[in-house]
Protein backbone atom coordinates (compact mmCIF):
# COMPACT_ATOMS: atom_id res chain seq x y z
CA UNK A 1 0.00 0.00 0.00
CA UNK A 2 1.07 3.69 -0.86
CA UNK A 3 1.03 6.17 2.07
CA UNK A 4 -0.30 9.25 0.36
CA UNK A 5 1.07 11.48 2.96
CA UNK A 6 4.61 11.19 1.27
CA UNK A 7 3.28 11.93 -1.84
CA UNK A 8 3.05 15.86 -3.10
CA UNK A 9 1.20 15.01 -6.09
CA UNK A 10 3.39 17.09 -8.52
CA UNK A 11 5.69 16.26 -11.94
CA UNK A 12 8.24 17.17 -13.14
CA UNK A 13 9.65 16.98 -16.70
CA UNK A 14 12.17 18.21 -18.60
CA UNK A 15 13.41 18.03 -22.43
CA UNK A 16 16.69 19.51 -24.79
CA UNK A 17 14.87 21.26 -28.09
CA UNK A 18 17.48 22.34 -30.53
CA UNK A 19 15.53 25.61 -31.06
CA UNK A 20 16.33 29.11 -30.25
CA UNK A 21 14.00 29.74 -26.72
CA UNK A 22 11.99 32.30 -28.13
CA UNK A 23 10.49 29.99 -30.42
CA UNK A 24 10.35 26.99 -27.79
CA UNK A 25 8.31 29.87 -25.84
CA UNK A 26 6.02 30.33 -28.12
CA UNK A 27 5.25 26.91 -28.95
CA UNK A 28 3.81 26.75 -25.59
CA UNK A 29 2.58 29.92 -25.00
CA UNK A 30 0.83 31.32 -28.36
CA UNK A 31 -2.12 29.45 -29.60
CA UNK A 32 -0.89 29.60 -32.96
CA UNK A 33 2.42 27.75 -31.47
CA UNK A 34 0.08 24.53 -29.51
CA UNK A 35 -1.81 24.12 -32.43
CA UNK A 36 1.24 23.25 -34.44
CA UNK A 37 1.61 20.33 -31.80
CA UNK A 38 -1.12 19.75 -30.07
CA UNK A 39 -4.52 21.55 -30.18
CA UNK A 40 -6.93 22.52 -32.84
CA UNK A 41 -7.95 26.14 -32.19
CA UNK A 42 -6.03 27.11 -28.90
CA UNK A 43 -6.44 30.86 -27.92
CA UNK A 44 -3.59 32.44 -25.37
CA UNK A 45 -3.97 35.33 -23.46
CA UNK A 46 -0.56 35.72 -22.67
CA UNK A 47 -1.29 38.17 -19.63
CA UNK A 48 -1.96 37.38 -15.86
CA UNK A 49 -5.13 36.69 -15.35
CA UNK A 50 -6.15 35.84 -19.23
CA UNK A 51 -7.45 33.13 -20.38
CA UNK A 52 -5.88 29.26 -21.68
CA UNK A 53 -7.96 27.29 -23.99
CA UNK A 54 -7.10 24.44 -25.34
CA UNK A 55 -9.35 22.33 -27.42
CA UNK A 56 -9.02 18.78 -29.42
CA UNK A 57 -10.48 17.44 -32.28
CA UNK A 58 -10.64 13.97 -33.21
CA UNK A 59 -6.75 14.00 -31.14
CA UNK A 60 -4.80 10.83 -31.36
CA UNK A 61 -5.65 7.39 -31.74
CA UNK A 62 -8.54 7.53 -29.13
CA UNK A 63 -9.88 10.52 -31.57
CA UNK A 64 -10.43 12.55 -28.69
CA UNK A 65 -12.89 15.63 -28.93
CA UNK A 66 -12.39 18.15 -25.87
CA UNK A 67 -11.39 21.62 -24.41
CA UNK A 68 -9.68 22.11 -21.73
CA UNK A 69 -9.66 26.13 -20.02
CA UNK A 70 -8.03 27.77 -17.44
CA UNK A 71 -6.49 30.99 -16.44
CA UNK A 72 -2.81 32.59 -17.21
CA UNK A 73 -0.94 33.35 -13.56
CA UNK A 74 2.78 34.26 -14.85
CA UNK A 75 4.36 35.50 -17.86
CA UNK A 76 7.90 36.27 -18.70
CA UNK A 77 8.59 35.75 -21.97
CA UNK A 78 10.89 33.84 -22.91
CA UNK A 79 11.84 32.52 -19.98
CA UNK A 80 8.82 31.46 -18.05
CA UNK A 81 4.55 30.63 -18.40
CA UNK A 82 2.74 29.41 -15.76
CA UNK A 83 -1.11 28.86 -16.13
CA UNK A 84 -3.64 26.88 -14.13
CA UNK A 85 -6.58 24.76 -15.67
CA UNK A 86 -8.80 21.80 -14.97
CA UNK A 87 -6.82 18.36 -14.86
CA UNK A 88 -9.42 16.67 -13.40
CA UNK A 89 -13.47 16.25 -12.92
CA UNK A 90 -12.66 18.43 -9.88
CA UNK A 91 -9.92 19.83 -9.09
CA UNK A 92 -7.24 22.27 -11.00
CA UNK A 93 -3.42 22.22 -11.07
CA UNK A 94 -0.81 24.79 -12.13
CA UNK A 95 1.41 23.75 -14.84
CA UNK A 96 4.95 26.05 -14.70
CA UNK A 97 6.98 25.87 -17.93
CA UNK A 98 10.73 27.39 -17.56
CA UNK A 99 12.79 27.95 -20.81
CA UNK A 100 16.66 28.23 -20.57
CA UNK A 101 18.57 28.27 -23.57
CA UNK A 102 21.59 26.50 -24.02
CA UNK A 103 24.42 26.48 -26.43
CA UNK A 104 23.10 23.31 -28.21
CA UNK A 105 19.51 24.55 -27.90
CA UNK A 106 16.67 25.21 -25.17
CA UNK A 107 15.93 23.44 -22.14
CA UNK A 108 12.05 22.92 -21.85
CA UNK A 109 11.19 22.48 -17.75
CA UNK A 110 7.45 21.59 -16.69
CA UNK A 111 6.19 20.87 -13.13
CA UNK A 112 2.69 20.53 -12.72
CA UNK A 113 1.37 20.57 -9.17
CA UNK A 114 -1.85 20.56 -7.11
CA UNK A 115 -3.14 16.62 -7.57
CA UNK A 116 -4.97 15.13 -4.59
CA UNK A 117 -3.28 12.73 -3.59
CA UNK A 118 -5.87 10.19 -2.27
CA UNK A 119 -6.56 7.22 -4.78
CA UNK A 120 -8.36 8.73 -7.33
CA UNK A 121 -6.12 12.05 -7.85
CA UNK A 122 -3.25 9.71 -8.12
CA UNK A 123 -4.72 7.76 -10.75
CA UNK A 124 -5.22 10.38 -12.79
CA UNK A 125 -1.67 12.25 -12.38
CA UNK A 126 -0.60 8.89 -13.37
CA UNK A 127 -2.25 9.46 -16.95
CA UNK A 128 -1.48 12.76 -17.21
CA UNK A 129 2.36 12.24 -16.53
CA UNK A 130 2.24 9.44 -19.94
CA UNK A 131 0.50 12.29 -21.74
CA UNK A 132 2.72 15.21 -20.72
CA UNK A 133 5.54 12.51 -21.89
CA UNK A 134 3.86 11.99 -25.27
CA UNK A 135 3.21 16.21 -25.37
CA UNK A 136 6.68 16.96 -25.05
CA UNK A 137 8.15 14.84 -27.42
CA UNK A 138 5.47 16.16 -29.90
CA UNK A 139 5.99 19.82 -29.35
CA UNK A 140 9.96 18.52 -29.96
CA UNK A 141 9.17 17.01 -33.08
CA UNK A 142 7.07 20.08 -34.20
CA UNK A 143 9.83 22.65 -33.16
CA UNK A 144 12.62 20.87 -34.21
CA UNK A 145 11.41 19.33 -37.79
CA UNK A 146 8.19 20.69 -38.45
CA UNK A 147 6.19 17.57 -38.15
CA UNK A 148 2.56 17.57 -36.61
CA UNK A 149 1.19 14.47 -35.00
Known amino acids: MVNTNTIKGELNWA ?7 EQVY ?3 ATGEGQDGWWTDGA ?3 AWPGGEVRFPWEEWGPDKLN ?8 EVEKPTRFVFEWRAGPDFTTTVELTFEQREDGTVVRLHESGYPTDAAGLTNMLGVSAGWG ?4 LMK ?7 RY
Open 141 to 147: FYVEHGV
Open 43 to 45: TIE
Open 26 to 28: DAF
Open 66 to 73: DELVGKVI
Open 134 to 137: EALT
Open 15 to 21: TLVRAPI
